[in-house]
Every structure is written in C-alpha cells, then in structure tokens.
C-alpha cells in the first residue's frame, strides 16, 4: 500500500512541477527542432533534394549553427554556406545527396552547440536521420522556394539586377511563406479571400493579395490575375508586373505566349519581370528578343501558338521597326541610374543617422504605439483588437524601411514586416503557438533595432552596412 502511494505522490509531482516552475516560459526555454525537410526517419527521400531545412521553435541567432557529423560517411557533400530564411527560425544547408544511401547529422550535439536562440541559449541536439531513394524513383521532398526566387536558374547579369533591385524596392509586398502543411481548408480559405480582394480598390492588402496568390502556386487565382498581366489598357502597371511574377511562379506553359508579348511592354517593371518569369517557366533565356522567343515556343509546337504581330500596349508606342532601339535605350537610362544610385550612395556619418533619426520620431512613435497596443491586446486575449493593432503597424513600419533604405535599420525593418505578416496570418488562424512563438522574436529584434537607435542617436554607433 504504501508503495502504490509513493508512486502516485511521484506521478502528482511529475504533473505538477511545471507548475512550480513559474519563471519557464517560451521565451526563456531552450529552442527545440520542431520541423525538418526532409522529415526525420524518411527512406524514400528525393536524391535531387538540394536543401536540408530545420525549423526551430523561436527566432534563432543569426550566423551560428552547428550542422555536425555522426559519422563522416553519413554526413552528405555541401555545396554552399549555411544560411537562415527570413522567418529567422530556418536554416538552410545547401546540399548535393547521393541516391540509396543513409544520411545522419547532428544538429547540435555535446559538443558542438551552435544553434542559438537569439538570446545565446543552444538548442536542443537533435539528430536527423534519413535515406535516399534509388535514382529516379524517388517522391519528391523537397520544399518550394520560400524566397520564390531561389529557384530561378538561368537569369543573366541585368534580370538578376532587375530582381535584386526589386526585391529591395517591394519585398514587403512579397510573401515569404512556402505554405507546406496547410489544409485543404485552410489554403481554399486564404484563397478565396486573396482571390476577392483582386477585385479593388488598390489597397496595399490589393498587392499583397497578388503576390501571395503566386506564393501559394494557387492555379484556382490564375483566371484574375491572368486578367490583371495581361490587360491592354495603358495603366500604372505595379499591379500589372506583380501580377506576372505571380503567374512565373505558379508556372502554367499556357502563359508562355501572352508572356512574350509583355516582354516589349513599356514598363520597364513589367517588360523585365517577363522575361525573368519567361525563364523560369521556360528554362530558356532569349532575353529582351521577343521575336526569337516566339520562335522557338512555335518550334516547340508549344499551345497555344504565339501570334508574332505587335500588341500597342501604350499611347506613343514607337512604330515596330523602331520599337526595340526605343526600349533598348530606355534600358541603358534604368540600369545606368540604377549603377549610379548605387556607386552615389554615400557613407553615412554618425551626425546623419541621428539627424535621419530626428526626422523619424513620429514614425518611430507610431510603431512603439501600434507594437504596445499589439502586445496589450495579446495580454488580455483579445486577438481582434492585436490584429486590428498589427495592421496598422505595417505602414509605419514600411515607412521607417524606406526613410532608412541602405542601412542595416532597413534590413531589421524588413525582418520586422516579415514577422508582423507572420503574426497577422497567426492571429487570423488563431493560431496561438505561432503568435506567442513570432511575438517572441519580434519582441528580440524590437530590443536589438532600440539598441542600434539608441548608439545612433548618442552619436556612438555608425551603420555597419554603409
């Protein structure tokens, strides 16, 4: 009897001690492995899988890991450096895996403990383990791009200035999310919503809404934003060369013809994002030529056919035989200004910063309110009140990027939109392990980027990026 009552007391204790331990909580635990691409213990994994993920519970520290060996022959061949996605909580190993064989590797171990949260705690070891399938039969693995631009291949020297340029000007339009493990239901939800607000007014959640559609790869938005490429009206055509990075990356050939046609758009946004979603589609590159494009899709009998004769996209279109001169010197003006934007930018000065920092105060004010408000309505569980307060941080955020562009306050603030996105889907899922887990994180790099301020502001820090 007595035994059987000291066994009860030991489970009562078991139960209760995480109550005792009243000083543990999300942010003050160790981060642990809480996904894996590939997933742990697989044995028919892709051969042709070229990234190894691990997604851990929190913000993580950039820069530090420690991807280790359990045995030599088990660890696979790496083809780059290790790196973390936007979410700060993946890292990334570029990898080359051979077909039919076993791959084990520590992440974290006894000795090696690299993997830190941002507070400097080492994660939990794991151990991932996995085997290869024989060539060519495996089942894909592999997790889409969550950049959406990782996976273009081919792009020459101007498209990939184009795109990085881009990114820069509007990353806080793009949607980071690879969207793996959503339901059917949740994605046809998200999708339907996206899908309603193509049709206006063109609000900043207008132009969210495209880019996410082709994050999702979701075909059912393609009919709306086909309708948006490929309009022939003359137009202010963000919406319209958005649109077309969409539709590169949810990747239907069937676009392959009406993309051809935009490559000689006067836009220049729009003219080049064809071509880079031209070859992403295509895995060809003609560049700006559209005529060699044309020809080789009908050499390809590809459907449906591409019609050669020139579409008037704009008032003041040159006549055809003097089109691509018009466009080729319009081309040399934009990547002439945007090598002298970028050789002209000068060192910023301690003085300048805070000066630039003085002028940003009410925007600064308005993200400490909104991010207050957020975490206020967050402690009284009220997340309609935090997602009302989230929403309207964004703008303030996205003005404190562009009043910063250059400087590594632009890249904290770009983290910063990329986590309030995260927390706005979270909150709008009612998701609560996600919005305590991106809460955490921002409320990390919110200290970090004070601190940055703060050293500006007493004239003791320069930007390290400039």
Request: charge should be neutral; aromatic fraction near 10%.
């Amino acid at each position: 009897m007595k035994t059987r009552v000291f066994s009860c007391l030991i489970t009562l204790l078991a139960v209760l001690s995480p109550v005792f331990a009243a000083d543990i909580s999300l942010e003050t635990a160790p981060p642990v492995v809480v996904k894996t691409v590939p997933m742990a213990g697989a044995t028919d994994v892709d051969p042709t899988l070229t990234e190894i993920k691990v997604t851990y519970s929190k913000a993580m520290q950039d820069g530090s890991w420690s991807w280790s060996t359990w045995g030599e022959e088990n660890y696979p061949e790496t083809t780059g450096q290790p790196h973390y996605l936007r979410d700060a909580r993946t890292c990334v190993l570029p990898v080359k895996l051979q077909p039919n064989k076993f791959y084990a590797i520590w992440l974290n171990s006894d000795k090696f403990k690299n993997f830190k949260d941002a507070s400097g705690r080492p994660a939990v070891p794991y151990l991932l383990t996995f085997t290869t399938a024989e060539g060519g039969e495996a089942r894909s693995t592999a997790a889409t791009p969550a950049s959406g631009e990782a996976d273009v291949k081919g792009l020459n020297a101007d498209q990939l200035a184009v795109l990085a340029w881009t990114d820069r000007q509007f990353r806080s339009f793009f949607d980071a999310r690879s969207f793996e493990g959503w339901s059917d239901t949740e994605r046809a939800t998200l999708e339907a919503k996206l899908i309603d607000s193509l049709k206006g007014p063109q609000t900043r959640e207008y132009f969210q809404a495209i880019n996410t559609l082709g994050a999702m790869r979701s075909t059912k938005g393609l009919p709306a934003l086909r309708v948006i490429a490929y309009d022939r009206a003359d137009k202010n055509n963000r919406d319209r060369w958005m649109a077309i990075r969409s539709l590169g990356l949810i990747d239907d050939k069937a676009d392959v013809p009406e993309l051809i046609q935009l490559v000689y758009h006067g836009n220049v946004n729009t003219r080049w994002w064809a071509q880079i979603s031209l070859v992403r589609v295509t895995g060809q590159n003609f560049g700006s030529d559209w005529n060699a494009w044309g020809k080789w899709w009908n050499d390809q009998k590809g459907e449906p056919p591409y019609k050669p004769e020139i579409i008037r996209w704009w008032d003041g279109q040159p006549a055809p035989d003097k089109l691509a001169q018009s466009l080729d010197e319009s081309d040399q003006k934009f990547f002439a200004d945007l090598r002298g934007k970028a050789a002209a930018t000068p060192k910023n000065s301690s003085d300048e910063l805070a000066a630039k920092l003085k002028a940003a105060e009410p925007t600064m004010n308005g993200i400490r309110e909104n991010w207050t408000a957020t975490v206020t309505a967050l402690d009284n569980g009220d997340n309609a009140a935090a997602l009302a307060a989230a929403r309207r941080l964004t703008p303030y955020i996205q003005d404190f990027s562009e009043k910063f562009r250059g400087t590594s306050l632009e890249t904290g603030s770009g983290k910063a939109l990329d986590l309030i996105k995260s927390l706005t889907v979270a909150l709008e899922k009612e998701d609560q392990n996600a919005v305590q887990t991106t809460r955490s994180a921002m409320a990390t790099l919110g200290r970090s980027m004070e601190e940055q301020i703060k050293a500006i502001a007493a004239g003791t820090a320069n930007d390290p990026k400039l």
